[in-house]
């Protein structure tokens, strides 16, 4: 059986939610993962930095921005030696800088992803995927992206039918 592994970044703390700031225990991202975990059953892996972003929302926009502006790559933590046993991917981040966050590129960066599948689905509040499945593509060398999807972070709780639809497209393609 080919295994399939949810990689997801994601952060609680406070939040920005349609126009206002919110503290939240889970990160939308990481209720996306989970939901998307249930409906393949696949691994997951919280992509975690070593200094994670401030709880203070507009600090953090100031960290992501900094990191993005200087294409910085964040040290992270509790990852596994190696993907070899996964052939599926679902990489999940919210939308940063109108693409994905710079933790997930040094997650991209440590790891072969020749052959595999990428499947990238973001959180956002109105950027959509920005150029996430360009950047996706020049740091998981190798990779096979495939369709993803974007969900509105504060309408991740009720994402599950999207997210089925979604899963059940790669169905009509062999796996």
């Known amino acids: 059986m080919k295994k399939r592994l ?9 939040n920005y ?15 996306v993962a989970r ?19 401030s709880s203070s929302y507009k600090e953090c926009v100031e960290q ?6 200087t294409h910085a790559r964040p040290e992270l933590i509790d ?7 996964y052939t599926v991917i679902y990489l999940g981040f919210p939308n940063y800088c109108g693409t994905v966050p710079m933790p997930v590129l040094t997650f991209l960066e440590s790891f072969d992803f020749s052959g595999k599948k990428i499947r990238p ?13 360009t950047d996706i593509m020049q740091s998981g060398l190798g990779a096979i992206l495939e369709m993803g999807v974007a969900i ?17 497209s790669f169905y009509h393609h062999q796996e």
């Open 6 to 14: 949810i990689a997801y970044f994601s952060r609680a703390d406070e």
């Open 17 to 31: 939610f349609q126009g206002d700031l919110k503290y939240v225990e889970v990160g939308n991202t990481e209720i």
């Open 35 to 53: 939901k998307l975990q249930a409906i393949t059953g696949a691994d997951l892996l919280p992509i975690r930095m070593k200094a994670p972003y």
């Open 64 to 69: 992501a921005r900094k990191d993005f502006d």
């Open 79 to 85: 990852l596994p030696e190696n993907l070899r046993d």
């Open 121 to 133: 689905f973001c959180t956002h509040e109105g950027g959509g995927m920005g150029t996430s499945e």
């Open 152 to 168: 509105v972070g504060s309408q991740a709780e009720e994402c599950d039918e999207l997210l089925k639809s979604w899963v059940d």
